[in-house]
């Protein structure tokens, strides 16, 4: 069977809007007080906030013309959205298929600046491979969840706090299946299964610096794929940074390697007060 590529682009957009959503509106009442979150659906997407988001990566507006087509008022509500909930800067991710064919004039009305790109993969699950490591591979057991989240946000440069309260609310989820990488007793690789609707989203992916280079990565992508497969998903998909010219991204070549294959790039656009 043939599957276009707009149908996988609607698949790609709303899978990562969907766990972005779960992860922030899970976020136990106490940190998302601290962190001032708020969710909210707009035009057949998602606009989510963090006022107090210390990294800047958390308030995004994403799985727009999917459902509903991308028009002026569309951004202007998105835009007006974070106007009211107080936030200083925010990121509108639109696949390029998906935007309309006046989008010079509506970044230009408000004011949206173009940011970093990523990169959107997909496969069927029996076409991702195996990929072996001396590491061992396989869900986290609960009694992690702490280590779990807070390797997550280390690797990343994210503070502990609040948003290891939000990654860890993630273990109460039926959606997300989380996976590690041990080697002995110690949590070195981690990684989150984002199960909706028939689609698996592989995202959250993150390994300790001295435990780099040993395949933890390809392996945990292995085992999401497998878990997919079992919960008889349809497509995987996953997305990774985009890399710049004449430099690579692991995390790109890791999914390639194992048998994504690339679906389109995607531009952020920046919103500033």
């Known amino acids: 069977m043939t599957i276009s590529v707009d149908h996988l682009t609607g698949l790609g957009e709303s899978s990562e809007a969907g766990f972005m959503a779960a992860y922030e509106s899970g976020t136990p009442a106490g940190a998302a007080a601290d962190l001032g979150i708020t969710v909210r659906r707009i035009g057949g997407g998602v606009a989510l906030a963090m006022r107090h988001d210390p990294t800047g990566y958390w308030s995004k507006a994403l799985g727009f013309g999917v459902t509903e087509p991308v028009t002026d008022e569309l951004v202007g509500a998105v835009v007006e959205f974070y106007r009211e909930h107080g936030n200083d800067r925010a990121a509108i991710q639109i696949a390029p298929s998906l935007r309309p064919a006046n989008w010079d004039e509506i970044t230009r009305r408000y004011g949206l600046r173009q940011g970093n790109s990523v990169v959107k993969h997909a496969a069927r699950p029996a076409e991702v491979g195996t990929a072996p490591t001396d590491l061992r591979v396989g869900p986290v057991p609960a009694g992690q969840a702490v280590a779990w989240a807070e ?115 995607r531009d952020n656009w920046i919103w500033e007060r």
């Open 151 to 265: 390797l997550v946000l280390t690797c990343f440069g994210m503070p502990l706090g609040p948003l290891t309260e939000m990654l860890t609310a993630s273990f109460g989820s039926p959606e997300f299946h989380p996976f590690g990488a041990w080697a002995g007793a110690r949590l070195v690789g981690a990684a989150n299964l984002f199960v909706r609707d028939g689609v698996a989203s592989l995202n959250t992916g993150a390994t300790h610096p001295d435990f780099r280079g040993r395949g933890a990565q390809s392996a945990l992508i292995a085992a999401r794929a497998a878990k997919a497969a079992e919960l008889g998903c349809e497509w995987i998909i996953s997305e990774t940074g985009l890399p710049a010219d004449g430099t690579k991204n692991p995390s790109t070549d890791n999914m390639l390697r194992l048998g994504l294959r690339d679906l389109y790039h």
